[in-house]
């Protein structure tokens, strides 16, 4: 970029893509542990399903969707790069905590510190590669970063079982806690802030708060996104569970069937998401939530099918469909909330849309398919909590409804 001194490549487009790439790929590893960890917690600490699915989601959505707002203010203020780095170091320590957690209550708090740490890492990302790279490549720049989904999230289903089998599931968090914790401080001596507008010239929060509450299409894309992430977060924590529980495999199974499926189609469906959206959505802004419509539409009916499968191969089978669909949603509605508002708005605006879209799917998504478990084990036994996979992966079908009716409206609202 103009004005940067190769000595300063941190600061570059790329350099700055792949740490922050790198973090969240730490982000997802941290956030999703817990899924393919959760048989063992449960049978340690005597947990219910409905318990197992509060620590998955409310006690990581609690804080982690609330304190967005807050820290997203702090980033566009006093240095996006520096909340950041604060806030990996924090989430990784209390990652780290969870490995000594002897009850649901402990195990809660150190959920909740989890949240409140990762509530600093997304917003500040989304505006530090908004202001980054040129509008015709911002939907590919941030699937890029969001390729720290499946990418973490593989990790952690692949790390976490290996070391909770070999030692067991308390060292697991602690050791890929610490790993998180290494890479705090090589972030933040290399990726550096631009100079940010005066403090005077920063709108204050309400000002941001009424320009978006004040666009329909703000509200159609959150709640739509949130609609799909509470199927997305939901299946994705019960999923280890429900291959353990109804297809007879082991916790090192559970791990790889879900590593290859996120290596496998996760990140194609990120990336094909960033670039249809870039596509489609450069000469109609309306393609921004088209495409990941038509991914949430066929996503539902296949993820069922996948749940109700007679056998894991043939579960693996269908699911490497939905598996990439359900992320190619990540690049284009991202894109689309960054130019609701001006520059200078992007983190507040982002930390918003996070708190809707993570109060409804992760906040409840793992909550809801515990209970639905619960609810029917008297009448399916084992098959319960395959029947509250199924029938929760019907919210896609919302979500896709909600991303077509705001298509039209982003022509109208979109800032260039």
């Given at each position: 970029m103009a004005g940067e001194t190769q000595a300063d490549g941190a600061t570059r487009p790329g350099a700055v893509l792949a740490m922050l790439l790198a973090v969240y790929s730490f982000n997802f590893l941290d956030r999703q542990i817990l899924s393919i960890l959760a048989q063992p917690v449960?049978?340690?600490?005597?947990?219910?399903?409905?318990?197992?699915?509060?620590?998955?989601?409310?006690?990581?959505?609690?804080?982690y969707a609330t304190m967005a707002i807050p820290l997203g203010l702090v980033a566009d203020r006093k240095g996006r790069a520096r909340v950041i780095a604060i806030s990996l170091a924090v989430w990784s320590l209390f990652t780290a905590l969870c490995g000594m957690a002897g009850s649901f209550t402990q195990m809660f708090l150190c959920r909740l510190g989890v949240g409140v740490g990762e509530a600093g890492g997304v917003a500040p990302s989304y505006a530090l590669i908004t202001e980054r790279f040129p509008p015709e490549r911002r939907a590919r720049a941030i699937a890029v970063y969001s390729l720290g989904i499946p990418l973490g999230s593989a990790a952690g289903a692949l790390f976490g079982a290996a070391i909770a089998a070999a030692v067991d599931w308390r060292a697991a968090f602690m050791v890929l806690g610490l790993a998180g914790l290494v890479l705090a401080l090589p972030f933040h001596l290399s990726v550096r802030d631009k100079p940010l507008p005066p403090a005077a010239d920063a709108a204050p929060a309400s000002a941001v708060f009424r320009r978006l509450a004040g666009q329909p299409v703000f509200w159609l894309l959150s709640f739509g996104a949130g609609a799909g992430s509470l199927c997305g977060y939901g299946l994705a924590f019960w999923l280890p569970a429900l291959l353990q529980r109804s297809f007879g495999l082991t916790l090192m199974q559970a791990g790889q069937f879900i590593g290859a499926q996120l290596l496998l189609t996760g990140m194609a469906g990120v990336l094909a998401g960033g670039i249809l959206g870039d596509r489609l959505g450069h000469g109609d802004r309306a393609g921004y939530a088209r495409v990941p419509a038509i991914a949430y539409l066929l996503s539902g009916p296949l993820f069922a099918a996948a749940f109700m499968a007679p056998s894991a191969m043939l579960a693996f089978v269908i699911l490497l469909a939905p598996s990439g669909l359900a992320y190619v949603w990540l690049g284009p509605v991202i894109t689309a909330i960054q130019h609701l508002v001006p520059p200078q708005e992007r983190a507040t605006a982002s930390a918003c849309f996070l708190l809707v879209n993570n109060g409804v799917g992760l906040?409840?998504?793992?909550?809801?398919?515990?209970?639905?478990?619960?609810?029917?084990?008297?009448?399916?036994?084992?098959?319960?909590?395959?029947?509250?996979?199924?029938?929760?992966?019907?919210?896609?079908?919302?979500?896709?409804?909600?991303?077509?009716?705001?298509?039209?409206?982003?022509?109208?609202?979109?800032?260039?």
């Open positions: 449960k049978a340690d600490l005597g947990l219910s399903d409905a318990q197992m699915g509060a620590l998955g989601g409310l006690a990581f959505a609690l804080f906040g409840f998504g793992s909550l809801v398919i515990g209970k639905l478990s619960d609810h029917f084990t008297a009448s399916h036994g084992e098959g319960a909590l395959r029947l509250a996979m199924a029938l929760t992966a019907g919210s896609y079908l919302i979500a896709a409804l909600l991303m077509l009716l705001a298509a039209p409206r982003l022509r109208a609202a979109w800032r260039d």
